[in-house]
């Protein structure tokens, strides 16, 4: 009875232990996993066009490799400034690539994940 008991208490530790590690895997997706999902939830709120979803896709997938290149960085204010830097250029690439509507919905999305 007690091998059973040792039996499974050495499984439920094993699946509890790879549950955890698929979570923290889940949170550290690729940049281009995210842009996926976002050019995604972009087309949804303003129905792109293929070719508007792949310049999308691209200028999403740049902007998020660049955010992580900031992680190491140490200095708070660098990265605010380097941050804001990206938002902008990144709006100033979409707002070229979407018509006014859909520029309007993108921003409206932000709006959302942002509260």
């Known amino acids: 009875m007690k091998k ?6 050495f499984i ?3 699946f ?12 550290q997706q ?18 792109l066009t293929g070719d508007q979803q792949a310049e999308t896709f691209y200028i999403l997938v740049d902007y998020h490799q660049n955010l992580k290149g900031l992680r190491g960085n140490t200095s708070i204010e660098d990265v605010k400034k380097v941050k ?3 938002v902008e ?3 100033a690439k979409l707002k070229a690539v979407l018509n006014a509507e859909q520029y309007a919905a993108h921003l409206e ?4 994940y942002s509260k």
């Open 109 to 112: 999305l932000l709006n959302e």
């Open 30 to 47: 690729s940049p281009e996993q995210v842009a996926k999902m976002q050019t995604h939830a972009i087309h949804q709120a303003a129905t």
């Open 89 to 91: 250029s990144t709006n």
């Open 84 to 86: 804001a830097s990206l």
């Open 16 to 27: 509890i232990g790879l549950q955890q590690t698929q979570a923290q895997d889940s949170r």
């Open 4 to 9: 059973y008991f040792t039996l499974l208490s």
């Open 12 to 14: 439920a530790v094993f």
